[in-house]
């Protein structure tokens, strides 16, 4: 069935580093990627997503490329701030009335 | 311009009893579903729902869970007789199509504890 593995954290950085995580999936056909994030005691929200190979999601100074190649779609961002730190999520959606499947997160802390 | 809704936020039960989350969806989505999150792990599926619908509830467990998103009204999540190992979060997601399609909205969640 269809999987996500994303790298375990706890990640901790200092302000302005430039943020990397790994994601790597396993999925039938041509599935949408997603990037995810969970800010304490909330909800997810949607960050970026791409819906076909080499296409690049990105918000916020996040991106993302989905790379059919390598099946994967790492999320990076070249200057992370405090206000970075939550747990991000890496997801997929294979088609049809298929559900989102998730990664396990990835906790993020940004310091000062 | 409300959000996906969830009540309660937090919810207490003692084994045995019942618990039962609710969801409101976004206004205008019709596709609903259901995640748990255990601690320090990711979103499982559970089950997702269309008005008066059970479209896939593979991710259920198949004793003591149920769900229904009735033509009016919230959808509800109803755990029966529960157990220490049902203590998560619980989160409603709604759409407005499938979610190959759609972008998913999530509500807050319910995080349930039972002692």
């Known amino acids: 069935g269809d999987s996500v593995t994303q790298m375990e954290g706890p990640v901790t950085l200092s302000e302005e580093a430039f943020l990397t995580i790994n994601c790597t999936y396993t999925a039938t056909g041509y599935p949408s990627l997603f990037w995810y994030v969970q800010y304490p005691g909330e909800g997810l929200q949607l960050l970026l997503k791409?819906?076909?190979?080499?296409d690049k999601g990105s918000n916020k100074g996040f991106e993302a490329t989905y790379r059919k190649e390598t099946t994967s779609f790492h999320l990076e961002k070249g200057s992370v701030q405090v206000s970075d730190s939550a747990v991000y999520f890496c997801a997929l959606v294979s088609g049809g009335n298929t559900p989102l499947v998730f990664g396990k997160g990835t906790r993020l802390s940004v310091i000062a | 311009n409300a959000g996906v809704m969830q009540n309660p936020r937090h919810l207490v039960r003692r084994r045995g009893q019942e618990a039962r989350l609710r969801c409101s969806p976004m206004?205008?989505?019709?596709?609903v579903y259901w995640y748990r999150q255990l601690p320090e792990e990711g979103l499982k599926f559970m089950v997702y729902l269309q008005k008066e619908n059970i479209i896939d509830e593979s991710g259920m467990p198949k004793e003591r869970f149920s769900a229904e998103f009735p033509k009016e009204g919230p959808s509800i999540l109803r755990i029966q007789q529960v157990v220490r190992g049902d203590s998560a979060a619980y989160f409603c997601?709604?759409?407005?199509?499938?979610?190959?399609?759609?972008?998913?909205?999530f509500g807050n969640g319910t995080r349930l504890t039972v002692t």
């Open positions: 206004k205008g989505h019709s596709h």
């Open positions: 791409a819906t076909k190979a080499d």
């Open positions: 997601a709604s759409s407005s199509g499938s979610s190959y399609n759609s972008p998913l909205h």
